[in-house]
């Protein structure tokens, strides 16, 4: 009786087994259309450094998932397709171009442009047309306070970063209790001050001097002297990357020696250091990433193998920084919530964003209710002998803080003397 069962037994299991093979195309994943992702950014213009850094994260992400097979949503399997137009760095015209990328390319999702005042022309359309807009490098925390639902961030509020140096200065000697800023009027280095002045006010350091520029102004000659006659023991830079080359230059130049010196953006960019030199060095910046930061990620790579993919794709020796990080997981972001969502459908993918909670390279990501990141992931890097390094909080620094500045005078010697004026017919300086 057991030999009878036992055949059909047999064949039944081998008859289940064959069909868990696929036998024919219809079993395999189809090829689907492409998901076209839009994103405005400056290929012209005074944030074409900044929006290239952003675009080139942005191509690792699309690169990485379309090598991954692209993103399979209900047994179809779709390319990642970015639609660039260039928004000049203009907000008028960063609407626009988002605009069009919508309704001309076609596009379903978006990643953000480079800085806040442009994310906040963009998520007005983005809302307009139910489009969830990814702000990869969009920090101001008024972006995220208007009542809109389709705008997620990724990256720590732009107050945030100005309270984690003045934390970490506060905690060494001498201790600072003096400051003087200078920022550009735009959106992002506006709050960023703002974060500057509310909590260095609130630990007892005083501002002694306040000046906004027009952005992208790169002549800081008069504002520095103005700065140096009040004596800081921290000197302030809120704008992007060649405004603070621009202001450091004069501060050497001009010898006003703080014992600290703070720049919202630029110390992490090599451009910075490269234009600069050696005076570089002992320049501080906040930052909601660096390579040295080895968070655990769950999903896509960690920072190591993200930093070796940047630089094999770019064929370089330099780390990327905060902004090309901030924009790739900004597409890993998008990606899982495709995945999770199992639809294509803008809304449905909207909502699951507002659902994950995800470990990454960049740091834990969980948006809050207005769709910027609920965790502060903050970090103090300084330039030492040519190199950024991780300084703060100690317990993912790479070094320990440079502190204080020494004098213009001791690291490079008094300043060139102008040429005494000459008495005329004679080629001799005046006598006294």
């Known amino acids: 009786m057991r030999q009878r069962f036992a055949v059909p037994t047999i064949a039944a299991m ?6 868990l093979v696929p036998s024919s195309p219809q079993q395999q994943i189809k090829q689907g259309s492409d998901i076209v992702v839009g994103a405005p950014l400056a290929a012209t213009g005074d944030q074409l450094r900044e929006a290239t850094l952003t675009k080139q994260g942005y191509d690792l992400w699309a690169d990485w998932a379309n090598r991954s097979g692209g993103i399979v949503v209900q047994g179809v ?9 260039d928004d000049t760095g203009q907000p008028d015209v960063s609407a626009q171009q988002t605009e069009n990328l919508i309704t001309s390319e076609k596009a379903t999702f978006l990643l953000g442009p480079y800085g806040t005042t442009n994310t906040a022309a963009d998520a007005v359309v983005a809302e ?15 972006l995220y306070t208007q009542g809109l639902h389709y705008i997620f961030g990724v990256i720590a509020s732009a107050e945030q970063y100005p309270e984690a140096v003045i934390h970490m200065a506060l905690g060494l000697n001498p201790k600072p209790t003096t400051m003087a800023i200078l920022t550009a009027d ?11 002045v509310d909590y260095g006010s609130s630990q007892g350091i005083r501002v002694v001097y306040f000046k906004q520029y027009r952005s992208g102004t790169t002549n800081l000659y008069d504002l520095v002297q103005q700065a140096k006659d009040r004596n800081p023991d921290i000197f302030v830079n809120s704008g992007h990357l060649l405004e603070a080359i621009a202001a450091h230059k004069a501060a050497k130049d001009l ?3 703080a014992k600290m010196f703070a720049y919202a953006i630029g110390p992490a960019q090599p451009e910075f250091a490269q234009s600069l030199g050696s005076s570089a060095d002992y320049v501080v910046t906040a930052s909601p990433w660096t390579p040295q930061a080895r968070y655990k990620a769950s999903y896509y790579l960690s920072s190591a193998e993200f930093v070796a993919a940047y630089r094999k794709k770019y064929s370089t020796q330099l780390e990327p920084t905060y902004l090309t ?8 972001m998008l990606q899982l919530a495709i995945e999770r969502a199992k639809s294509l459908d803008p809304t449905k993918v909207r909502d699951t964003l507002a659902t994950l909670d995800l470990n990454t390279f960049f740091g ?12 502060k992931n903050v970090l103090v890097e300084q330039i030492q002998s040519g190199q950024i390094q991780t300084v703060w909080p100690p317990e993912v620094a790479a070094a320990t803080p440079m502190y204080p500045t020494p004098t213009w005078s ?8 102008p040429p005494k004026a000459k008495l005329p017919g004679t080629g001799m300086p005046p006598r006294g």
């Not at 399997?77 to 137009?85: E, F, K, Q, S, W």
């Not at 307009?128 to 008024?142: I, R």
């Not at 735009?186 to 500057?196: E, F, M, P, V």
């Open 77 to 85: 399997r779709h390319r990642v397709r970015i639609a660039y137009a």
């Open 410 to 417: 001791a690291r490079f010697g008094l300043p060139p003397q």
């Open 364 to 375: 834990r990501v969980r948006f809050n209710a207005g769709g910027q990141n609920s965790y």
């Open 325 to 332: 990080a901030a924009a790739t997981v900004s597409g890993v």
């Open 14 to 19: 081998l008859l289940v087994a064959c069909n």
């Open 255 to 257: 010898r006003l020696d």
């Open 186 to 196: 735009d959106a992002s280095s506006l709050a960023i001050t703002k974060g500057a």
């Open 128 to 142: 307009k047309h139910q489009v969830p807009l990814m702000a990869a490098n969009g920090a101001a925390s008024q």
